[in-house]
Nanobody
């Protein structure tokens, strides 16, 4: 059982920045992948960025160069620094924990990010 608590979402103007945080607690397996996904109305939930236990990262093409994912393994926390935000970044952002394949993935509650002037 893994519990994810997200923070940092909100309303921001185009070109602005937000920093999302996700803290994981519970039965955390050391070798895990944590990531951020987003889902806009009428769209599928898509990967934004992910990061492995050793720091390897993966980004969606649409956010490369603008977003940075990082993690603090001692705190089981993952962050998403979002810069140069665009209206198309508006979505509900979800934190995900992925451990061994024989265990289920866990998702945060989702946090709304709205980019609008």
């Amino acid at each position: 059982q893994v519990h994810l608590v997200e923070s940092g979402g909100g309303l921001v103007q185009p070109g602005g920045s937000l920093r999302l945080s996700c803290a994981a607690s519970g039965s955390i397996f050391g070798n895990n992948v944590m990531g951020w996904y987003r889902q806009a109305p009428g769209e599928q939930r898509n990967l934004v960025a992910s990061i492995g236990s050793l720091g390897g990262t993966n980004y969606a093409d649409s956010v490369k160069g603008r977003f940075t994912i990082s993690r603090d393994n001692s705190k089981n926390t993952v962050h998403l620094q979002m810069n140069s935000l665009k209206p198309e970044d508006t979505a509900v952002y979800y934190c995900r924990y992925s451990g061994p394949i024989y265990r289920p993935d866990y998702w945060g509650q989702g946090t709304q990010v709205t980019v609008s002037s």
